[in-house]
């Protein structure tokens, strides 16, 4: 899915936050814009449905009913001529340019090409289809075409200009500042300023870019639709529990192999199973499959896309005068330059594979201790340490996972969106959904009553949908044109078991499941005026904070007696269980940093590498090899499977961004221990006005230090993740100062 580099009702940024797992997962991250509801300024065609104002309950509702394949190209074509239109009528206006006439107008300007785009992307994360698949081939180079046509409209450029820079700026209010100040950016950023001959050039590698950004996602999904590891018999299942058995017994029947068993290549297949097969063999085969995605030597391979795509962003940034990709993509970050960024993953690197060393000791005792006669390999790595950790905390995840019924978590989620936020969550029957799996609640103030959103729920992995975890906002909350409440979404990828059965998770998919439900209650929390900063529409390396942040009420102790029963007896989860899992909190964290740092790493230095000619395979191999990197892990995201990285801008130099939030992540859920615990009412109020309901009305420094009273630094991250704590002055500030 695209970036769109404006935000608004129609030119909306990026809302959708993908990630994969606490850990990230994307966080890739594939998104869709933010409409809101009104009808279009200019007249379109209503035969198409795709262009009709949102109608229904609830302030109107996508039609997904009524969505097909053929309109997408139609609709999205009519509806980039209404905002061409209503651009026009911004940048030709005879009167004197003004925050109303101009960046008011902007923010009411492309509402049906928004919808459109929302759309669009849902299909493309979702629903992709071969059918669907050659429209986004033909159209994501027009995508790009057009928003550097908006970007490069002069006239409509010197009216944002004259109105950032009249001094009657000084009158409007903080938010309208912000926004003039968000428009203005991000148009210079996007080469407002260029030469008529820069702007052609500049426009001519974002439509390759899009193009390249489509292959590269398309080849991933076809590597992970298209290489299974199929078991054939008892053996082949030794040692894995009843739960991953009954998924690769439904993943079997659905591809006509019943009587089988399948393991798909995606994260959700490929985790447990090589937690728990004892068949070495086979954990080989299924970790080959899932880390040479993209990089397999055949039609799909992602290595050629790549080394143009770097060359093609070094020369953007170039362009648009900045060193490199990675400085351009850091200006308006938290971060600010690469350099702040690279200081605090060199920070936590050494002490995480000081980790790892004693983590493969510890399974290599058990290795040899069970005479297994093998050196612990990438392959072996999950299996060991489940073992390490039923040996150091007696806690075996198979006794954790009977606990873990998705939907008892999911009213879990529900119920500490009521403790911190005081919403409710009725689920409701009349909105189209774009799949049978999709359900929908409605989410309401709780002491009010009144109506503050709709939480659309696609929990389970498909044909044709990018594997991870992610959020969408179908829709912004704004005040702009009448209060305009919010849609959001969390869409993730777990194994669909028989009808009628318990689907059970593992506690770092419950981990990732309250982690996307984060990104959600950052969405419905928004209170803002204008669509371009509601919700998740912040720095990147800001986003991941709320998401991140929710993952820590997971394991408070109200939410395990409550909702982690026994999927047969009902029984809530036993005290002892949760000593257990607390002891262990810190468990397996050096190959949990690891894992993700080298893949944010290798990210940073590919863009900072400049205008060279990169063989991605090499660079990723020399440069973990410089790093120091654990020959028994491999990068979560290998480069030619990094689709937050390459299947668009995203998280492109970015991916650091989890660690930059987990630093404010660790220090501000420390505000809740040291206050009254996790459910601290005032702490809690304070996070919801100072960081979840503000978007991007104000600079996230700020709103941070708004709740917090400081800024964050690296020691409460440190002691999150169990790895020593700095002792040199200034480790407390230095990662957000």
């Given at each position: 899915m695209r970036n769109l580099f404006l935000a608004g009702a129609g030119m909306a940024a990026l809302v959708t936050s993908g990630c994969a797992t606490t850990s990230p997962e994307a966080r890739p991250e594939a998104a869709a814009a933010a409409p809101a509801p009104q009808t279009p300024a200019a007249p379109v065609a209503p035969a198409n449905p795709l262009l009709a104002k949102w109608a229904g309950a609830h302030g109107g509702v996508p039609p997904f009913d009524q969505v097909k394949v053929s309109d997408f190209k139609p609709a999205i074509e009519a509806a980039m001529d209404a905002m061409r239109q209503e651009l026009a009528a911004i940048a030709n206006n005879p009167e004197a340019p003004t925050f109303e006439n101009t960046l008011a107008a902007m923010e009411d300007a492309g509402r049906a090409y928004a919808n459109v785009e929302t759309l669009y992307g849902i299909w493309g994360s979702s629903l992709s289809s071969p059918e669907f698949q050659v429209v986004e081939r033909e159209m994501a180079p027009r995508?790009?075409?057009?928003?550097?046509?908006?970007?490069?409209?002069?006239?409509?450029?010197?009216?944002?200009?004259?109105?950032?820079?009249?001094p009657d700026k000084a009158k409007l209010t903080p938010e309208q500042q912000r926004l003039a100040w968000v428009h203005y950016t991000r148009f210079v950023r996007s080469g407002a300023k260029l030469d008529a001959a820069a702007k052609q050039r500049l426009a001519a590698i974002n439509q390759r870019?899009?193009?390249?950004?489509?292959?590269?996602?398309?080849?991933?999904?076809?590597?992970?639709?298209?290489?299974?590891?199929?078991?054939?018999?008892?053996?082949?299942?030794?040692?894995?529990?009843d739960s991953v058995r009954a998924g690769a017994a439904a993943a079997a029947e659905a591809r006509g192999l019943k009587g089988k068993w399948v393991i798909t290549n995606t994260r959700s297949s490929m985790e447990p199973f090589l937690t728990y097969s004892s068949r070495r063999d086979l954990r080989e085969k299924v970790w080959r499959n899932y880390v040479n995605r993209g990089d397999n030597g055949d039609a799909r391979d992602n290595n050629v896309i790549i080394s143009e795509v770097l060359k093609l962003r070094a020369e953007r940034a170039k362009l648009l005068g900045y060193p490199t990709h990675a400085h351009w993509r850091l200006e308006n970050a938290m971060a600010q330059k690469p350099e702040r960024a690279m200081e605090l993953m060199e920070a936590v690197w050494k002490p995480a594979v000081a980790r790892v060393r004693e983590e493969v000791a510890d399974m290599q005792k058990v290795a040899d201790k069970e005479r297994a006669k093998l050196k612990i390999e990438p392959w072996d790595y999950r299996y060991y340490a489940e073992k390490v950790r039923k040996a150091k905390y007696d806690l075996d995840q198979n006794e954790v996972k009977p606990y873990l019924q998705?939907?008892?978590?999911?009213?879990?989620?529900?119920?500490?969106?009521?403790?911190?936020?005081?919403?409710?969550?009725?689920?409701?029957?009349d909105v189209p959904v774009f799949h049978p799996d999709v359900r929908v609640w409605e989410v309401k103030d709780r002491d009010s009553g009144r109506h503050v959103g709709l939480w659309y729920f696609d929990p389970y992995a498909r044909p044709g949908k990018r594997s991870g975890a992610w959020m969408n906002a179908y829709r912004a909350q704004e005040r702009f044109r009448g209060e305009v409440t919010t849609i959001v979404?969390?869409?993730?990828?777990?194994?669909?078991?028989?009808?009628?059965?318990?689907?059970?998770?593992?506690?770092?998919?419950?981990?990732?499941?309250?982690?996307?439900?984060?990104?959600?209650?950052?969405?419905?929390?928004?209170?803002?005026?204008y669509p371009s900063l509601a919700g998740t529409s912040v720095a990147r390396d800001y986003v991941e904070f709320p998401s991140q942040l929710l993952e820590h009420w997971l394991s408070t102790p109200e939410v395990l007696n409550t909702f982690a029963l026994h999927f047969q007896t009902g029984k809530p989860i036993p005290q002892a269980l949760v000593t257990r899992i607390e002891k262990a909190a810190t468990f397996n964290n050096g190959f949990a940093t690891v894992e993700y740092l080298s893949s944010a790493l290798v990210?940073?230095?590919?863009?900072?590498?400049?205008?060279?000619?990169?063989?991605?395979?090499?660079?990723?191999?020399?440069?973990?090899?410089?790093?120091?990197?654990?020959k028994e892990i491999v990068m979560r995201h290998r480069t030619p499977q990094f689709g937050h990285v390459f299947a668009g801008d995203g998280y492109s130099a970015g991916y650091y961004s989890y660690m930059w939030s987990d630093t404010l992540t660790a220090d501000a859920f420390e505000a809740f221990t040291e206050g009254k615990g996790a459910y601290d009412k005032s702490v809690a109020e304070r996070l919801r006005k100072s960081v979840f309901s503000v978007g991007n009305t104000v600079d996230p420094a700020d709103g941070y230090r708004s709740f917090r009273g400081r800024d964050a630094g690296i020691n409460a991250l440190m002691r999150k993740r169990g790895f020593p704590v700095p002792t040199t002055a200034g480790a407390q500030s230095k990662s957000t100062r």
């Open positions: 995508f790009a075409a057009f928003d550097d046509e908006i970007a490069q409209n002069e006239a409509l450029f010197r009216r944002i200009e004259a109105v950032y820079n009249s870019l899009a193009s390249l950004y489509t292959s590269f996602g398309q080849n991933v999904l076809g590597d992970e639709e298209g290489y299974t590891v199929v078991l054939e018999s008892e053996a082949d299942l030794a040692g894995l529990p998705l939907e008892k978590l999911r009213e879990g989620m529900f119920w500490v969106a009521g403790e911190l936020f005081g919403f409710t969550f009725t689920q409701v029957s979404s969390n869409n993730s990828n777990f194994v669909k078991g028989a009808p009628g059965e318990a689907v059970l998770i593992s506690w770092e998919d419950a981990t990732t499941l309250f982690h996307e439900f984060g990104h959600a209650l950052h969405g419905l929390s928004s209170s803002v005026t990210d940073m230095k590919l863009h900072l590498a400049g205008d060279v000619t990169i063989d991605p395979d090499a660079f990723e191999r020399d440069t973990l090899k410089a790093l120091g990197m654990p």
